[in-house]
């Protein structure tokens, strides 16, 4: 820490000292695709070899994800096992179309996200926070909380807010339960997956998970009939995100996306955006428990924090840098998978077409080559005066390149504005010794929910001691 106190360490899973066979690698792949990495991933720039499973590459220096995610981002699409996974909901969205077709649609969501558009949508964002802090009730008492839960609620109620005008068919709890069952079930990473087995082989998550993908796809499916029906019929409708993808034409002349490809963009956005910012505000909240010295600075923004304010972002640096510490720690997508379309170069080792090539933000992020204390919480990395020391391509919780995430600004601007909101009507403190694990379910999800007390602040109220939970 700045002020010299020893800086918090959470949990992170054992690494192994020696390669995977591949009955291991399978099941672990299955379980939890964390407990893969080894020390050496977390010590050498880059792994490269041959198994079972064909070549595969472990790119862990500036250089080499320069190379594979911008440089040459031609040469790479994201492989056949992204697309069995998450195919069947969101074939056609903007996370997993590839060459001309993810190109057209990124030209038509684009203009939806540009920076002045994603301001217009602050007012809604606070005013959901402020929303759900009051709807916690801490004036009658402290309470204990699950953050898993709640976060995911007030994600949701935002991105119905700012996004579908309140029109999400299906209340915050059912999409939180449909989601925890997609991604614990459907979402896992099956051993037939990983072989290559064809796509009529039945998989026990898929098959388990079948209920919560159809939850989605009704509500999704409902709500875009319904207001492409309203469009036609000329009737006023809200100007959200839905309508623009509704009405966005390509702006080198095509037509504009299907039902379908309007109804797996809104399932990405739900599932990739409203689920990795809920899982960010929840680590954040967990390491802002165990660092009362953060927590307090945090404290200090909050109380002048005015979301109509033109420079309020700038006046929360400690709230940014604890949000983006979060997402190096806890990075919301574990992995980055591409497969090499054709043979290269990548650290001066030849690359072959087939390639597998991993580029895992756990790793990058706690490189013992590439951060100092990597597996510490110190938020003042990030503060603008330290930021311009941090190479852009060790850092990657948005993915880079041309595939950067197309909502980025979108899910700073919520989490920093959800996470002011709530540190400026509560006291959060850590209930137990216990760390929460990590796990990889496609994001970075807590093996068990994070339970945190909350309390109403008071004026010249100081931080709860923590000597209980050290």
């Known amino acids: 820490m700045a002020d010299g106190s020893p800086a918090f360490r959470p949990w992170t899973p054992p690494r192994r000292d020696k390669p995977l066979g591949l009955l291991p690698f399978l099941w672990i792949s299955w379980r939890d695709p964390l407990g893969m990495w080894s020390n050496r991933h977390f010590r050498e720039p880059q792994l490269h070899g041959t198994s079972a499973l064909g070549e595969i590459v472990v790119v862990s220096h500036p250089e080499g994800v320069r190379h594979v995610l911008s440089a040459n981002a031609a040469n790479y699409e994201k492989g056949a096992l992204q697309r069995r996974v998450l195919g069947p909901m969101l074939a056609e969205g903007l996370l997993l179309t590839e060459g001309d077709a993810w190109r057209r649609v990124r030209r038509i969501l684009a203009p939806l996200f540009t920076p002045a558009r994603t301001a217009t949508m602050t007012g809604r964002m606070a005013a959901s926070a402020v929303a759900r802090v009051e709807g916690w009730r801490l004036d009658f008492g402290p309470r204990v909380l699950n953050m898993d839960t709640e976060m995911s609620g007030l994600t949701f109620d935002i991105l119905s807010a700012t996004l579908f005008s309140d029109q999400l068919d299906g209340d915050a709890k059912g999409f939180e339960q449909a989601l925890n069952s997609y991604l614990s079930l459907a979402a896992r990473i099956d051993p037939l997956d990983v072989l290559g087995a064809p796509d009529w082989a039945p998989r026990l998550g898929r098959l388990t998970g079948a209920g919560a993908g159809r939850f989605f796809e009704r509500r999704v499916s409902a709500l875009v009939t319904r207001r492409r029906a309203q469009i036609e019929a000329g009737e006023t409708v809200e100007d959200d995100l839905l309508t623009a993808l509704l009405t966005a034409r390509d702006e080198d002349g095509g037509d504009g996306l299907s039902d379908r490809e309007v109804a797996s963009n809104v399932l990405t956005f739900i599932l990739a955006g409203h689920e990795t910012t809920a899982r960010t505000l929840g680590w954040a909240l967990h390491l802002i428990s165990r660092a009362p010295e953060v927590a307090a600075r945090l404290r200090d923004e909050a109380d002048g924090f005015d979301v109509s304010a033109p420079d309020w972002a700038e006046r929360l640096p400690w709230t940014r840098a604890v949000i ?143 000597s209980s939970v050290r």
């Open 324 to 466: 983006e510490e979060s997402m190096r720690l806890f990075p919301p997508a574990p992995t980055l998978a591409r497969k090499a379309l054709g043979p290269d170069e990548i650290g001066g080792e030849a690359v072959g077409a087939g390639a597998t090539v991993l580029i895992s933000p756990w790793v990058l992020h706690r490189h013992e080559a590439l951060w100092e204390a990597p597996d510490e919480f110190r938020p003042e990395r990030f503060l603008p005066e330290n930021r311009k020391a941090i190479d852009r391509w060790t850092y990657i919780p948005f993915s880079a390149g041309p595939r950067v995430c197309i909502g980025a600004a979108f899910a700073m601007n919520e989490a920093m504005i959800a996470l002011a909101t709530i540190l400026k009507g509560a006291e959060v403190e850590a209930v137990s010794s216990l760390e929460p694990r990590p796990v990889h379910q496609i994001t970075l999800r807590s093996r068990r929910p994070i339970l945190l007390k909350l309390r109403q602040r008071t004026q010249d109220q100081s931080p709860p001691d923590q």
